[in-house]
C-alpha cells in the first residue's frame, strides 16, 4: 500500500530552538493552506513596500492568505522533489521558488486572483542601488521643481548632492545640463535624494503570477 504523503517527515536544517520552531511553523501552516484552500499560486514581485502590501493582505482576508519567508524553508514545505512532497505536483511549485517570491492560497476564482494581480501597483520613490528604468535629464538654467521655482535655501542641498547650481539673483539656477539618472545604471544615494526631491518616482511595486496549482493541475501562468 502506498504510503500517504500527509504522513511524510519534515527535517530541517539544524538551528537554535526558537528558529527552528518558527521554521516548523512555517512548514506546518503551509499544509495546512493546502488542506484550506482551493488554489495555490506563485508569485514574483519587485521593489517591495510593506505598508502597501498590507493593504492587499487586508483586502484578501477572508478568501485568501499570502507567505513570504525563507524560500528553502517553503521549499520543504511543499517538497524539494516527488518523494517529499505533500501533495501530488507541490514540489512543482517548489522548484520554482527561486529570487524575490512568496505564496498565495486563495478560493478566489483564477479569473478574480489575475485581476487582483493585474490592479495591484504602486508608484514609490527609488531606493540607493536600484537601476534606473530610464534617463532623466536636466537642462542649464533655472531650476523648477514639482511645486515650481526651488527656492533659493536649496541650492546648498542640490550642489552637495552632486547638481551644479549657482544664485543667480535669488534664483537658483543650473550652470550646464545635467543628468539626474541614466537608464540601466545603479542609483547613487545622491541620486536617489534628487529624484526625491524633484518628485520623480522610479520604483513601481508591483506583483506578478508565475504558477498555479490545485489538485487537479499544475500550470504556469
Same mark, same amino acid.
Given at each position: 500500500?502506498?504510503?500517504?504523503?500527509?504522513?511524510?517527515?519534515?527535517?530541517?536544517?539544524?538551528?537554535?530552538?526558537?528558529g527552528r520552531e518558527r521554521k516548523e511553523g512555517l512548514v506546518n501552516?503551509?499544509?495546512?493552506?493546502?488542506? =484550506?484552500?482551493?488554489?495555490?499560486?506563485?508569485?514574483?514581485?519587485?521593489?517591495?513596500?510593506n505598508d502597501k502590501f498590507k493593504e492587499l493582505r487586508e483586502k484578501?482576508?477572508? /478568501?485568501?492568505?499570502?507567505?513570504?519567508?525563507?524560500?528553502?524553508?517553503? =521549499?520543504?514545505?511543499?517538497?524539494?522533489?516527488?518523494?517529499?512532497?505533500?501533495?501530488?505536483? /507541490? #514540489?512543482?511549485?517548489?522548484?520554482?521558488?527561486? $529570487?524575490?517570491?512568496?505564496?498565495?492560497?486563495?478560493?478566489?476564482?483564477?479569473?478574480?486572483?489575475? =485581476?487582483?494581480?493585474?490592479?495591484?501597483?504602486?508608484?514609490?520613490?527609488?531606493?540607493? $542601488?536600484?537601476v534606473a528604468p530610464e534617463t532623466i535629464q536636466m537642462d542649464a538654467?533655472?531650476? #523648477?521643481?514639482?511645486? $515650481?521655482?526651488?527656492?533659493?535655501?536649496?541650492?546648498?542641498?542640490?550642489?552637495?548632492?552632486?547638481?551644479? /547650481?549657482?544664485?543667480?539673483?535669488?534664483?537658483?539656477?543650473?550652470?550646464?545640463?545635467?543628468?539626474?539618472?541614466?537608464?540601466? =545604471?545603479?542609483?547613487?544615494?545622491?541620486?536617489?535624494?534628487?529624484?526625491?526631491?524633484?518628485? #520623480?518616482?522610479?520604483?513601481?511595486?508591483?506583483?506578478?503570477?508565475?504558477?498555479?496549482? /490545485?489538485?487537479?493541475?499544475?500550470?504556469?501562468?
Amino acid at each position: 500500500m502506498p504510503k500517504s504523503k500527509r504522513n511524510r517527515v519534515v527535517t530541517l536544517a539544524k538551528v537554535d530552538k526558537k528558529g527552528r520552531e518558527r521554521k516548523e511553523g512555517l512548514v506546518n501552516s503551509v499544509g495546512e493552506c493546502l488542506d =484550506q484552500y482551493k488554489a495555490l499560486y506563485l508569485f514574483r514581485y519587485e521593489n517591495m513596500r510593506n505598508d502597501k502590501f498590507k493593504e492587499l493582505r487586508e483586502k484578501c482576508r477572508d /478568501t485568501s492568505r499570502f507567505f513570504l519567508g525563507s524560500n528553502k524553508v517553503l =521549499q520543504i514545505a511543499l517538497g524539494k522533489s516527488e518523494a517529499e512532497e505533500p501533495r501530488d505536483n /507541490t #514540489h512543482r511549485v517548489a522548484e520554482r521558488l527561486k $529570487g524575490f517570491c512568496g505564496l498565495f492560497f486563495t478560493n478566489m476564482e483564477q479569473e478574480e486572483v489575475e =485581476q487582483v494581480f493585474a490592479e495591484f501597483e504602486e508608484l514609490d520613490y527609488a531606493r540607493t $542601488g536600484m537601476v534606473a528604468p530610464e534617463t532623466i535629464q536636466m537642462d542649464a538654467g533655472p531650476i #523648477h521643481g514639482p511645486m $515650481g521655482p526651488i527656492a533659493h535655501t536649496m541650492e546648498p542641498t542640490l550642489r552637495e548632492n552632486g547638481m551644479p /547650481t549657482k544664485l543667480n539673483k535669488g534664483i537658483v539656477e543650473l550652470v550646464s545640463d545635467f543628468q539626474l539618472c541614466k537608464e540601466g =545604471q545603479q542609483l547613487s544615494p545622491e541620486q536617489v535624494v534628487l529624484l526625491r526631491l524633484f518628485d #520623480h518616482k522610479l520604483a513601481k511595486f508591483k506583483l506578478q503570477l508565475d504558477c498555479m496549482w /490545485t489538485t487537479k493541475e499544475f500550470k504556469l501562468l
